[in-house]
T-cell receptor
Framework: AQTVTQSQPEMSVQEAETVTLSCTYD???????LFWYKQPPSRQMILVIR??????QNATENRFSVNFQKAAKSFSLKISDSQLGDAAMYFC?????????????FGKGTKLTVNP | DTGVSQNPRHKITKRGQNVTFRCDPI?????LYWYRQTLGQGPEFLTY????????KSRLLSDRFSAERPKGSFSTLEIQRTEQGDSAMYLC???????????FGSGTRLTVV
């Protein structure tokens, strides 16, 4: 079974500062994908960043980057130069790439508040 | 293509009534997924289609729930004899084959009174 744990129910950051959201996961699969999704209030969930487990290089998308530690099964999201529009629920998710199942397994989320 | 479309956006129903939700995926996406999200929780997997074939169903999907995807295009999720515990946001997503992530719709919020 796959599990995703987000240990920080809520986080806050000052505008223009940097914040890191934590995520740990458990899977017996050797190959998988990891994702961070953002869900603004009353709006749809959008993909922030994706990481393939076989890649050692950490993914980066503009102000968003990850710290992927495969041995530790850790996948944290760093948001640099935080903006008011970054305020949202952030979900970490795991997708095994083998075994035929293509379902995303989500954590419970971290609510990020950005203070002006 | 404007993304994944879900209708209705909101549905209020009385306990015991049947409800049906519709999802129109991105046209070139052959994978379609239904998830349920309750307040303060992450989305939970319900079911998954590849084209018109329903390949996986969660144990969360009781006998009162049924999903279809005729001709591999839009999908419907029906809940029969609704219960208050069915109140949730029902999310639809579609995707291309791996390694792409899902594209989500805006969801249908169901309230059972």
């Amino acid at each position: 079974a796959q599990t995703v744990t987000q240990s920080q129910p809520e986080m806050s950051v000052q505008e223009a500062e940097t914040v890191t959201l934590s995520c740990t996961y458990d899977t017996s699969e050797s190959d998988y994908y990891l994702f961070w999704y953002k869900q603004p209030p009353s709006r749809q969930m959008i993909l922030v960043i994706r990481q393939e487990a076989y890649k050692q290089q950490n993914a980066t998308e503009n102000r968003f980057s990850v710290n992927f530690q495969k041995a530790a099964k850790s996948f944290s999201l760093k948001i640099s130069d935080s903006q008011l529009g970054d305020a949202a629920m952030y979900f970490c998710a795991l997708l095994p790439s083998q075994g035929g199942s293509e379902k995303l397994v989500f954590g419970k989320g971290t609510k990020l508040t950005v203070n002006p | 293509d404007t993304g994944v479309s879900q209708n209705p956006r909101h549905k209020i129903t009385k306990r015991g009534q049947n409800v049906t939700f519709r999802c129109d995926p991105i046209s070139e996406h052959n994978r379609l997924y239904w998830y349920r999200q309750t307040l303060g929780q992450g989305p939970e997997f319900l079911t998954y289609f590849q084209n018109e074939a329903q390949l996986e169903k969660s144990r969360l999907l009781s006998d009162r729930f049924s999903a279809e995807r005729p001709k591999g295009s839009f999908s419907t999720l029906e809940i029969q004899r609704t219960e208050q515990g069915d109140s949730a946001m029902y999310l639809c997503a579609s995707s291309l084959p791996l390694p792409y992530g899902y594209t989500f719709g805006s969801g249908t919020r169901l309230t059972v009174v």
